[in-house]
């Protein structure tokens, strides 16, 4: 099965746009995660699978419980989830929102309000870290079919 469930590439390209918003808010605060003045975390994040929920039971069906493991650290096993989901949804129902799991990539890129040239030194450093950070993770989003961010599937009801 397409594991992007046939659904419009803008639709996703939405998605990974808030997912990158997400990432930034998170990342924000210089002083928590010890940055420069010059230098930001943003994500490059990649979507894995996407979920449509339609309906009120599509909501059900995204918090009933399933009868294999799934390691939510691991691609392939959260493409067969969403797999598992996708089948289990009714198309016939009103659509109400989305489920985006994506791939988080932590890039450092130089801090759009720092006014003045990156040094050769700082450049090197921001190449540096992106080149050695092979640290990933995995994490969703859920948003409305307005494309809207909401923080849980019960959210969508109609």
Do not use: C
């Not at 089948?87 to 801090?111: E, R, S, V, W």
């Amino acid at each position: 099965m397409n594991r992007y469930n046939d659904i419009d590439p803008t639709i996703i390209q939405k998605g990974i746009a808030l997912a990158k918003q997400k990432i930034e808010a998170h990342y924000s605060d210089k002083f928590t995660y010890a940055l420069p003045d010059w230098a930001m975390l943003t994500g490059n994040p990649e979507a894995i699978a996407v979920v449509p929920i339609y309906g009120n039971e599509g909501i059900l069906v995204t918090k009933r419980r399933v009868d294999f493991e799934v390691d939510f650290n691991d691609e392939r096993s959260i493409i067969y989830y969403t797999n598992h989901l996708n089948n289990q949804m009714n198309a016939d129902l009103p659509l109400l929102g989305y489920l985006l799991f994506y791939k988080n990539i932590l890039i450092l890129q130089k801090d759009p309000s720092y006014a003045l040239d990156l040094s050769d030194f700082e450049s090197a450093e921001i190449i540096s870290y992106n080149r050695n950070n092979i640290s990933t993770d995995f994490s969703l989003i859920i948003f409305n079919k307005d494309l809207e961010l909401v923080a849980t599937t019960t959210d969508l009801q109609d």
